[in-house]
């Protein structure tokens, strides 16, 4: 059965009941057209068949497929709940805005070559009648990873299993790659992979703005505010092997309003949670891992917040328009940005040197001490860059596998996930988001089988484990 068939949906019945409200409110005032008693056009609607929450481009990815796959125009409600709807501390907007196919695993392929084949045509998909045409800035100069002799063998594994799955994926060794790219120090490189086709950056905010603008055309209603609580029935039952477990089903929502105390309940049948960095927190809102040790109920949402630092540097004999991005085997990578001699680029701390995630100031010290030598190192025109800017942002950062978490979660039956995907979340949304949707909508993963991303795994023990994490 659909949510189409088991949602209680707007109907004759509340329009009745609305219509009554206002004709005893028009009584009190005679003669005088009906107007409401006081602004409510900042508060959620009272109802809503599914309460996406995160307004980054996962959410409005998923709130995009609910619609564009729904048997009936206007037949679900969806309400996206952001708390900040100026995005300056969302991870969409603060990403180096990449894509690619090279990963270690089958579905992270697959996830972002459909992922690429919509941003490719992103205006047969996100088109809104006499609004002009989104350009996405889509800027195809692939990747280029490079391994050390300790890490080619998994290279070579791994685009062997790329190229199975469709991407357009090379093998260079360092004599090929200093032909190609004389400006790279190929010491230290046993192999390099590229990417031929589908992988570049583009322009995240184009992507999250068009996204916005196609949904308020489909009838999807946003709201700035912070869910604080759910409200939840509970039912008991056994499972196969005589363990007691605790079903919960959300039935409302409370939605905090933006610079204030007040809140809205929200009734509702689905909730998504797409909260990015904050998913862990909206998960134990909900009641997950809220329970013993070693149980389902007792395994939390391993996601938490991990801040990220990118910087921007000039250098005037640095790698021409032909560069793609790079990731050294060290961790360090960098791009291109525009056509003047600019690069954007960083490097992922080990466990040891994590920083506060409290805030998002950026240490500089960081990128003297362990960005820029190895960026030299392996690009010597960078000796004599300089630092331009800098900022920080979130990674979704999954500690059990660094990987997303997609589906339904199996005790609190209607809460989904779309989270986890430690940095590569923006590039795989378009996918994740019909994945989701076919999920809510069907009860199954209908184009790509993500079973392997579901919430069980953690309660398993299962890692769906990706390697390729920049």
């Known amino acids: 059965m659909n949510i189409q068939e088991k949602v209680p949906l707007r109907g004759p019945y509340w329009d009745g009941k609305v219509s009554e409200i206002k004709k005893k409110i028009q009584s009190i005032f005679p003669g005088g057209a009906w107007s409401p008693l006081y602004d409510t056009s900042h508060l959620p609607p009272e109802r809503s068949d599914v309460v996406i929450v995160g307004g980054g481009v996962l959410g409005l990815s998923v709130a995009y497929w609910l619609k564009r796959l729904e048997k009936q125009r206007g037949a679900i409600r ?33 996830l972002s070559l459909f992922s690429a084949e919509f941003l490719r045509n992103i205006n047969e998909y996100l088109a809104v009648v006499d609004d002009p045409p989104l ?10 990873l490079l391994a050390s002799e300790e890490g080619a063998a998994i290279m070579e594994h791994n685009v062997k299993m790329q190229r199975q799955e469709g991407a357009k994926v090379c093998l260079m060794s360092p004599e090929q790659l200093q032909k190609k ?17 589908n992988e570049g950056w583009f322009d995240p905010w184009c992507l999250l703005q068009g996204l916005r603008r196609k949904l308020q055309s489909m009838g999807v209603l946003f709201c700035q505010g912070e869910v604080t609580r759910f409200i939840s029935s509970s039912s008991h039952m056994e499972t196969g092997s005589g ?13 905090k309003m933006d610079r204030s105390q007040e809140f809205q309940p929200v009734e509702c049948a689905i909730v998504v949670n797409a909260a990015g960095a904050w998913s862990g927190q909206i998960a134990e809102l909900a009641g997950v891992g809220n329970g013993p040790p070693g149980t389902m109920q007792g395994t939390r949402l391993p996601v938490e917040p991990r801040k990220r630092y990118v910087y921007l540097w000039h250098c005037p004999q640095g790698p021409g328009l032909e560069a793609p991005l790079v990731a050294d085997p060290s961790g360090a990578y960098f791009r291109r ?14 466990e040891e040197e994590e920083p506060d995630p409290g805030n998002l100031e950026v240490d500089y010290d960081f990128f003297q001490e362990k960005v820029w030598p190895r960026l030299a190192r392996r690009v010597p025109a960078f000796e004599t860059l300089k630092v331009r800017s800098a900022w920080a942002g979130y990674y979704d950062y999954n500690t059990f596998d660094q990987n997303g978490v997609v589906g339904p979660h199996p005790l609190v039956v209607n809460m989904y996930f779309a989270t986890g995907f430690s940095g590569h979340g923006l590039q795989q949304a378009p996918a994740v988001g019909r994945a989701v949707a076919e999920m809510v909508l069907e009860g199954h993963f209908q184009t790509i089988n993500l079973s392997p991303f579901l919430f069980s795994r953690f309660y398993f023990g299962e890692k769906a484990q990706e390697h390729c994490i920049l």
């Not at 363990?243 to 939605?255: A, F, N, P, S």
């Open 78 to 110: 969806v309400l996206v709940v952001e708390r900040d709807h100026t995005y300056a501390r969302a991870s969409t907007v603060l990403s180096v805005g990449g894509i690619r196919q090279q990963f270690s695993l089958p579905q992270n392929v697959q």
């Open 337 to 350: 940005e525009g056509l003047g001699n600019n690069y954007l680029g960083g490097c992922s701390p080990t």
């Open 181 to 197: 790219f004389p400006w790279i120090n190929t010491e230290g490189v046993a192999l390099a992979s590229y990417g031929l086709e």
């Open 135 to 144: 350009d996405l800035q889509f800027n195809p100069s692939g990747y280029l």
């Open 243 to 255: 363990e007691q477990v605790t079903l919960k089903r959300i039935h409302e929502v409370h939605v």
